[in-house]
Nanobody, 121 residues
Framework: QVQLVESGGGLVQPGGSLRLSCVAS????????MGWYRQAPGKVRELVAR???????NYAESVKDRFTISRDNAKNTVYLQMNNLKPEDTAVYSC???????????????WGQGTQVTVSS
């Protein structure tokens, strides 16, 4: 079994910062990519940022230059540093991992439960 547990969400004023963390645990052979997605009320879930095991990153255009994704491979942990937050960043942020549970098996996606980020004055 694999678990992804997020932390770090909360309420912040516009212009403020938050740091999200996500730890993957359980029966894991290797993790190819980890990322953050978000879903605001009434909207489709969207990719925020993603990082692969070799450090390649991609970001949504709306968060470039404000958010930074990083990863600690030894700890199976991914972080999202969010600066200069805006009200439109308000959403539930969910962690995703594309991983193999044993050698030679295909990649599968796993999701965390999500953490609420609210940007409001």
């Amino acid at each position: 079994q694999v678990q992804l547990v997020e932390s770090g969400g909360g309420l912040v004023q516009p212009g403020g910062s938050l740091r999200l963390s996500c730890v993957a645990s359980g029966s894991i052979f290797s993790i190819y990519a980890m990322g953050w997605y978000r879903q605001a009320p009434g909207k489709v879930r969207e990719l925020v940022a993603r990082i692969t095991s070799d450090g390649s990153r991609n970001y949504a255009e709306s968060v470039k230059d404000r958010f930074t994704i990083s990863r600690d491979n030894a700890k199976n942990t991914v972080y999202l540093q969010m600066n200069n937050l805006k009200p439109e960043d308000t959403a539930v942020y969910s962690c995703n991992a594309a991983l193999r549970r044993s050698i030679g098996t295909p990649l599968h996606n796993y999701w965390g439960q999500g953490t609420q980020v609210t940007v409001s004055s």
